[in-house]
Nanobody, 123 residues
Framework: VQLQASGGGLVQPGGSLMLSCAAS????????VGWFRQAAGKEREFVAV????????YYLDSVKGRFTISRDNAKNTAHLQMNSLKSEDTAVYYC?????????????????WGQGTLVTVSS
């Protein structure tokens, strides 16, 4: 499975971006999909995860109410809608495929990773 993340860019504080994650292969629907981020000089951080069918989600506390994760298994894609962006959201964002049953924030549990897309929130 290969993942391609896209949609990053420069946005002003309070603005919005939608990140996309496109997957190759036929097994996308058997994995949970997670988004992680890594700011300069910091460790990779869990942001959000969605279950295989898209009915369960779990978020980092600091993004709850601002970010929404979703997926479309028919199109092998997942999205992270980010609203009310803050400067502290600036990071490289990665999508990853994780366990099929559990929703986990542990990056060690994720098997496949995209290349990352840079989000910069600045005025």
């Amino acid at each position: 499975v290969q993942l391609q993340a896209s949609g990053g860019g420069l946005v002003q504080p309070g603005g919005s971006l939608m990140l996309s994650c496109a997957a190759s292969g036929r097994t996308f629907a058997t994995y949970s999909v997670g988004w992680f981020r890594q700011a300069a000089g910091k460790e990779r951080e869990f942001v959000a995860v969605v279950s295989r069918a898209g009915f369960r989600t779990y978020y980092l506390d600091s993004v709850k109410g601002r970010f929404t994760i979703s997926r479309d298994n028919a199109k092998n894609t997942a999205h992270l809608q980010m609203n009310s962006l803050k400067s502290e959201d600036t990071a490289v964002y990665y999508c990853a495929l994780g366990p099929g049953i559990e929703l986990t924030r542990d990056p060690q549990e994720y098997d496949y990773w995209g290349q990352g897309t840079l989000v910069t929130v600045s005025s």
